[in-house]
């Protein structure tokens, strides 16, 4: 059984903790915060035995053998490194780090401290995306695919009243590229490897922030563009577009419907009841990974390669 403890108390922690809750072999111990009483509410709230203060003392405790990293983007680096120090196996939330090369280097220390790092991206280990892949084969020649992924934030309205949250704050690694664009990004990676051109184009916010943006990635043949938003919201499919069929899919980061439509109008489908946005198949494969059933490198060098087209991104966005 892995004794795991949350550092963060943001919604996806909470999403996190419901999924330990449905997985064999994982139990949330401890959920932690930099703040004594907001950790106990925390705990509290969730149904969590124990609340910690603070990350040193989470990662001294020698009841807690691996850590799920849920606070700000820009935190996750030196917690993940602090963690791989302290022993601790690591699931860190996407995106993992800001640059493919800390990236590299955290795995580095992982691999010689003989722990386990994942990036928690659900997307890889959603079902919806395995009968994606399922069906790439029946589409004939793929030319293009279109990923979208825009919904406006609740915390935008903070933005306009002159305020700048945590997911909208450039120093604390927010934008619209890193929350939401990242999951096209990914299934881009994941589906056809890594672009050998990337264009691009976004809007920048008040508060420094890209608000919504487009990327244009390019393979042999095949041309990827890949929307996101967080200040408007889109109510379109993503497709990916064969010679022989076009493949739609309703939800990018967790597909609970996949309709392959032949070039003669013909449908089917793939579908799901599964909740939209589950985070179980990521803990699952975090299990597997610790137990040791599998090495990690397949999963770490997707992580290394969404990175360094994203770093590509904003190259081309930014100038």
Do not use: C
């Amino acid at each position: 059984m892995i004794r795991i403890a949350t550092i963060g108390t943001s919604v996806i922690t909470d999403a996190f903790i419901g999924a330990a809750s449905r997985t064999r072999g994982i139990e949330v111990v401890a959920v932690s915060s930099r703040d004594a009483v907001k950790a106990q509410a925390y705990a509290d709230r969730l149904g969590v035995a124990r609340a910690i203060a603070g990350l040193d003392t989470v990662l001294a405790d020698p009841e807690v053998d691996a850590v799920y990293i849920g606070s700000p983007n820009a935190a996750h680096g030196s917690q993940v490194e602090s963690a791989i120090a302290a022993g601790k196996h690591v699931l860190v939330e996407k995106p993992a780090v800001a640059t493919a090369r800390e990236w590299d280097d955290l795995v580095d220390r992982s691999r010689r401290a003989g722990v386990i790092l994942l990036e928690a991206m659900r997307t890889a280990y959603d079902p919806g995306i395995a009968a994606v892949r399922e069906q790439l084969g029946s589409l004939g020649t793929l030319r293009r695919a279109s990923f979208h992924y825009a919904k406006r934030s609740s915390r935008y309205d903070a933005v306009l009243a002159g305020g700048t949250p945590n997911i909208f704050d450039p120093a604390m690694g927010g934008g619209a590229l890193a929350d939401l664009g990242v999951y096209g990004v990914h299934a881009a990676v994941l589906l056809f490897g890594e672009p050998t051109r990337v264009a691009g184009s976004s809007v920048t916010i008040a508060t420094g922030a890209d608000g919504a943006g487009l990327a244009v990635l390019e393979y042999p043949g095949l041309v990827v563009d890949v929307a996101y938003s967080k200040i408007t919201t889109a109510f379109r499919s993503s497709e990916i577009q064969g010679e022989d069929a076009t493949l739609l899919i309703d939800h990018l980061a967790s597909p609970r419907r996949v309709t392959r439509v032949g070039l003669d109008g013909a449908e089917s489908a793939w579908t799901s009841d599964a909740a939209v946005d589950t985070l179980d198949g990521e803990v699952a494969r975090f299990v597997e990974l610790v137990g040791g059933a599998v090495a990690p490198d397949e999963d770490q060098a997707r992580t290394a390669a969404t990175l360094r087209t994203m770093e590509r991104i904003r190259q081309a966005t930014t100038g």
